[in-house]
């Protein structure tokens, strides 16, 4: 499977944005989808999960209640929405995909990221 992030940017902080991952070459809903970010000096995280149907999400603790992932199994695409941003979201956000459906790592296939800046 490929994947294809795409949706970062320069956003203030408490402001929202919508990242998209597309995914080619595979059937999408065999795999379970999940969001990781690396910010500066850091190592990649793991920051949201999805099963391959959908029905379960699992998030790292910081960004519960204000980031939501989604899939939209038609569109071969997840998404993550991002509310309240603060700066410490900053980071390049990576789009993973997990052979057996399942949300949490180690995840099998990953896009390029996308750059996610929230200023103060």
């Known amino acids: 499977v490929q994947l294809q992030a795409s949706g970062g940017g320069l956003v203030r902080a408490g402001g929202s944005l919508r990242l998209s991952c597309q995914a080619s070459?595979?059937?999408?809903?065999?795999?379970?989808m999940g969001w990781f970010r690396q910010a500066p000096g850091k190592e990649r995280e793991f920051v949201a999960g999805?099963?391959?149907?959908?029905?379960?999400?699992n998030y790292v603790d910081s960004v519960k209640g204000r980031f939501t992932i989604s899939r939209d199994n038609a569109k071969n695409t997840v998404y993550l929405q991002m509310n309240s941003l603060k700066p410490e979201d900053t980071g390049v956000y990576f789009c993973?995909?997990?052979?057996?459906?399942?949300?949490?790592?180690?995840?099998?296939?990953w896009g390029q990221g996308t750059l996610v800046t929230v200023s103060s």
């Open positions: 993973a995909a997990r052979r057996g459906g399942g949300y949490y790592p180690p995840f099998d296939y």
């Open positions: 070459e595979g059937t999408f809903s065999n795999y379970g």
């Open positions: 999805v099963t391959w149907n959908g029905r379960s999400t």
